[in-house]
């Protein structure tokens, strides 16, 4: 061409690198596999992550719920209405816009990875149906651009769980941010809520509720303390100052 310059490929091939997680969980086009493939031929670097993501993604995907410890589900039952409630309303919702500002600080390289492992957690249906339900498409990645910000974090840690009554959990938890997010829940109905516990020294701390949307919810807080342990239960519209279900799902942080 003139001037004897040569077009470069490198902005294909980032834009194609951006695609290796969505290819990791078979969540691409046609056209874009054929674009991953090739840039996986001829860059081993890509061919190197595109691997790792894979086997990190099966791994989570196939990986089943411990059962929640005695201990933990009796201290989730045996929590007095007394028990001081913590932060809720403004404190929940701004738990995650916390996240992004601390991420805005110091992005984690790991990031990558971590996103497509949490999507194969989370998304209790295949991908390939789910990503081509528009729908559920764009809640999965609303829950999916929350728990990457989290995971941002230097600290942030990840642990999933199945949910009785089917679907699935994961919780991302930095010092002093927990978010659980969950798809392929049962709807408990227009009245009843799914709320999120904190388990601290055998009382359960009540924080945020969530209704069912595109079949899961979102519950978070901000005020998780490294030990606590995370727990869901099904609750009245509005919430409860003590649990009165069983959780559906207990998660423990390490």
Do not use: K
């Not at 790792?52 to 929590?79: D, I, M, Q, S, W």
């Amino acid at each position: 061409m003139p001037g004897g310059g040569r077009v470069s490929e490198r902005p294909t091939d980032d834009a194609t690198r951006d695609l290796l997680g969505a290819w990791a969980l078979d969540a691409v086009s046609d056209d874009e596999r054929a674009a991953v493939e090739a840039l996986l031929a001829r860059d081993p670097d890509a061919a190197r992550e595109a691997r790792e993501l894979r086997a990190v993604a099966a791994t989570l995907a196939a990986a089943t719920a411990r059962p929640a410890p005695e201990h933990v589900r009796a201290a989730t039952l045996a929590a007095v209405a007394a028990t001081p409630q913590v932060g809720t309303g403004a404190a929940a919702a701004g738990a995650v816009d916390l996240a992004s500002e601390r991420v805005r600080r110091r992005r984690a390289p790991v990031r990558t990875a971590l996103v497509a492992a949490v999507a194969a957690a989370v998304l209790a249906v295949p991908v390939t149906v789910a990503w081509r339900q528009a729908d559920r498409a764009a809640v999965a990645e609303q829950r999916l651009a929350a728990v990457e910000r989290l995971l941002g974090a230097p600290d942030a840690r990840l642990v999933a769980a199945d949910v009785a009554g089917g679907g699935r959990a994961v919780a991302v938890v930095t010092d002093d941010i927990a978010l659980v997010t969950a798809s392929g829940v049962s709807d408990p109905g227009s009245d009843r809520v799914y709320q999120l516990w904190l388990l601290r020294d055998g009382a359960a701390l009540p924080s945020s509720t969530s209704p069912v949307t595109a079949g899961g919810f979102d519950v978070t807080t901000a005020e998780f303390r490294p030990g606590d342990a995370l727990a869901v239960t099904v609750e009245p519209r509005g919430g409860s100052t003590a649990p009165t279900t069983d959780p559906v799902v207990v998660l423990e942080p390490a």
